[in-house]
């Protein structure tokens, strides 16, 4: 079976790479070939590109992404053009946007926000109020409490609490995975969900076409339904102009009857669990919230699987607190949330820039790329300039070179203004974790940099009070012992050298 699934996985990428190559030779023929129609689809390519950079300027955009799509096009003026607009066709259409709204909206009155609540914090933690009521008004995420939380780092500590949780279903079980991958992780939660949904249970999966473009094959969705498993692909790829890919699910989400429910950096397959090794040691994070919080997590996924589906469910079946109370009490605050790239609000980066900004003694941070726009390395900048312990530790054994690179780029500005510089030797810190002044944590799928923040699917969790902040800090210093700190020294590269990451950042928005 897995020899047959192989087999169409590499003739499905074959085809896809094949035409790829066709459109992209029949465009350079167009414009080489020297023919009357080369020179008027070169006029008219030409006008095209001042438009767009007309239009680019004008737009109320990030300035990194300004700036290197009016460059491109100074540089290339017949490509320049074109490829903005191919590549901006390659978002989500309108309306694929209009029905998400539809759903979110529809759904909110789902999630009940609770200004009792927030009072509760206003008189505990007064600094954090600005950032819960930026996402209760313009998201509509409730803060809870009633609800437990567990910081799961590794991926090894991860996987059998995971299956573990998989094994109480009573009722449903939802998984939204950018990657899932054969092999030993995921076969023990595969012979999981097959029990479960042969005796009733109701099992779904969703999974991002991109994100399992090399691990899964096309039919993979009709093997999931003859276990008696329902499946949907997150955004098909398809190779042609007219395709939308650039706006991925990257989210990491799964639900337990709405009672228990995980967040994080972990996929689904086995280098995340350290069964399989790719660039060292892979350290991955995630949280387990159980209690009430876990409902609007189960609403993320149901809002998300509901789009371009004819019929919509109401969700009030799903929610498991109706005819009984919720039985964990605790004193910590939790909000999940999540961040889609069509309502042109910027969730991650402004709660990112929240708890900067809230930080009166240290903020410590993990991520895999480190590519960020003016704005947030000025805030980082500032806090360290003003005295905040302000630390970062990324990987030291990178997945792309290209983008690690790019996050080297940024080292220089930060060190300089006092922000510590860490390089996670052991392996590739995959890690996506936020953690302040012993009081608040995030742990989610959001990297810090313009992907993640701008035009992927994401989600994440903050928390308030609990113990899981101070398991977040406790990881985050013992990740900082086992990694090289950068000198400032270090970072006085040769001439060439310099250049070429000038280049890199100039074009880091669009990686």
């Known amino acids: 079976m897995r020899k047959q699934w192989f087999q169409s996985l590499l003739m499905r990428r074959a085809v896809i790479i094949l035409i790829l190559l066709v459109e992209i030779a029949s465009f350079i023929f167009l414009i080489v070939a020297g023919t009357l129609?080369?020179?008027?689809?070169?006029?008219?390519?030409?006008?095209?590109?001042?438009?767009?950079?007309l239009y680019v300027i004008s737009k109320n955009d990030k300035g990194g992404y300004r700036l290197i799509w009016v460059f491109l096009i100074l540089m290339f003026p017949i490509f320049g053009g074109?490829?903005?607009?191919?590549?901006?066709?390659?978002?989500?259409?309108?309306?694929?946007?209009?029905?998400?709204?539809?759903?979110?909206?529809a759904t909110q009155d789902q999630l009940e926000l609770k200004p009792e609540l927030k009072e509760e914090l206003r008189e505990q933690f007064p600094v954090y109020v600005k950032g819960v009521d930026y996402l209760e008004k313009t998201q509509h995420f409730?803060?809870?409490?009633?609800?437990?939380?567990?910081?799961?780092?590794?991926?090894?500590?991860?996987?059998?609490?995971?299956?573990?949780?998989?094994?109480?279903?009573?009722?449903?079980?939802?998984?939204?995975?950018?990657?899932?991958?054969?092999?030993?992780?995921?076969?023990s939660v595969l012979e999981i969900l097959k029990e479960k949904a042969a005796s009733g249970v109701l099992v779904r999966i969703m999974y991002d076409d991109m994100g399992c473009f090399l691990t899964l094959p096309a039919d993979y969705p009709e093997y999931l339904k003859s276990l008696g498993i329902e499946c949907k692909v997150f955004n098909p790829f398809r190779p042609f102009f007219t395709t939308i890919q650039n706006n991925r699910d990257?989210?990491?989400?799964?639900?337990?009857?709405?009672?228990?429910?995980?967040?994080?950096g972990l996929n689904l397959s086995d280098e995340y669990v350290n069964e399989k090794e790719r660039f060292g040691y892979w350290k991955d994070s995630a949280v387990m919230v159980e209690g009430e919080a876990a409902w609007s997590i189960t609403c993320f996924f149901l809002q998300i699987w509901h789009i371009n589906q004819a019929e919509r469910e109401d969700f009030r079946q799903y929610y498991p607190w109706t005819n009984e109370p919720c039985p964990i009490k605790n004193d910590g605050f939790v909000q999940p949330y999540t961040d889609v790239p069509l309502d042109h609000e910027r969730v991650s980066e402004s709660v990112y820039m929240h708890m900067i900004n809230s930080a009166e003694r240290y903020i410590y941070i993990s991520t895999p790329y480190l590519i960020l726009d003016e704005d947030m390395v000025s805030a980082l900048c500032l806090s360290a300039k003003s005295g905040v312990d302000v630390r970062i530790v990324t990987p030291s054994k990178y997945d792309?070179?290209?983008?690690?690179?790019?996050t080297r780029c940024y080292y220089r500005d930060l060190v300089k203004a006092g922000v510590r510089i860490y390089e996670y030797t052991p392996g590739f810190m995959h890690s996506k974790t936020v953690v302040i002044d012993d009081k608040a944590a995030i742990v989610g799928s959001v990297n810090w940099d313009y992907r993640s923040l701008y035009l992927h699917f994401e989600s994440a969790v903050w928390m308030c009070g609990t113990d899981t902040v101070l398991d977040v800090r406790d990881d985050l210093l013992k990740s900082y012992e086992v990694s090289d700190e950068v000198l400032r020294e270090e970072l006085n590269f040769k001439r060439g050298w310099s250049l070429f990451r000038l280049i890199l950042r100039l074009i880091a928005p669009i990686f």
């Open 400 to 406: 792309k070179w290209m983008i690690h690179q790019a």
């Open 37 to 53: 129609v080369s020179e008027v689809a070169a006029i008219v390519f030409r006008v095209i590109s001042v438009i767009v950079a």
């Open 82 to 105: 074109v490829l903005y607009v191919f590549l901006n066709s390659q978002m989500i259409s309108n309306r694929y946007a209009k029905n998400l709204s539809e759903i979110i909206s």
């Open 142 to 187: 409730p803060i809870y409490k009633n609800t437990n939380t567990k910081y799961l780092s590794p991926g090894e500590a991860f996987w059998p609490v995971f299956l573990e949780k998989l094994r109480t279903a009573e009722k449903y079980i939802f998984l939204e995975y950018f990657t899932i991958g054969e092999g030993k992780f995921w076969d």
């Open 250 to 264: 990257h989210r990491k989400l799964t639900s337990i009857d709405g009672k228990i429910a995980f967040c994080g």
